[in-house]
């Protein structure tokens, strides 16, 4: 099923979409484990599960699909595909497109892909939209988008980050999934400037539960997130105590989601960094809310 109507299936219930987000193993050998997590993972009973692409032609990128497959067809979640553009051709596209309609596979997160200086881009597309526009033309997929309740770290103001927003959603982006924020101020903001702009589709709030400090600061150079007073300090409290900032992030990410829940978030994107055992933390605490 597309995602806005999966999406409009949970407001008629008055409950957000709730969802994860996982990528392919690194090595091989652990891609058997993801066996595993899949299980866990779409037991929780997620309303769909998007699985991440290299921005880069890496091997990886064919596990994309195998992994999205398996979601759908033995776990019966529905699967979205994130695709990446700068370092693929229009004929590279056309050939994952093919597999994928092939697989059943109907949903895509479509994404410029981070800058590699390492590789030479391909130059067929510059912008997520122009993936978007090309993807409408090819099939019959429902295309989501990435966006920035802090701006996107390459853009030169808010506005300016919004209004190119606009046109990926006037190219045909149905469906949007936030960075992660730590800050649901910024992203009720956010939401509401995004309507001044004129755009109307649903936005899912992305959030990552704290597992650990190394993987929080990492996330946070990559993407700019900033830190509340209250998430620095409790990650100064407990760096050295694993599984008490395991405990302390874990009520931080509680909380986010019931936050965003009551103030009626069109749905929540669970970055679960391919821990099930943290996203059933979170979800046995939700369970009634989505
Ligand atoms: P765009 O929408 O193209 O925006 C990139 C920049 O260009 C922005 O600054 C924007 O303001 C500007 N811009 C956009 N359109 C125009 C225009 N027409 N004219 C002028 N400027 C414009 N990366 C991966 O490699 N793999 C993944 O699986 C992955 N998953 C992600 C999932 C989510 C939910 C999000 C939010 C990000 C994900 N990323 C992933 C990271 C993403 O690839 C990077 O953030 C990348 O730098 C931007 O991608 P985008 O699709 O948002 O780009």
Redesign the pocket.
Known sequence: MKIPKIIEQKKQIGKPSFSF?IFPPKKEETLKNIDETLEMLCDLKPDFISV????GGSVRNSKTVEIARKIKETYGVEPVV?L?CLYYSKEEIKELLKELEASGIENI??????RNPDYPTKNDFT???DLVSFIKSQGDFSLS????PET?L??TDAI??IR??K??VDAGASHL???LFFDNELFYRFYEKTRCAGIDVPIDA?VMPVTNKAQIERMVNL?GASLPVKFEKMLRKYEDNKAALLDAGLAYTINQVVDLIANDVDGV?IYTMNNPAVAKRICDSIRNLV
């Open positions: 987000e991440t692409f290299g921005a994130h990446t997160l479509a994404l410029r892909g981070d912008y997520a939209s988008g990435g966006c920035y996107h390459e853009a300016t980050d190119n927003l046109k990926k999934i936030s960075q992305g993407c994107h």
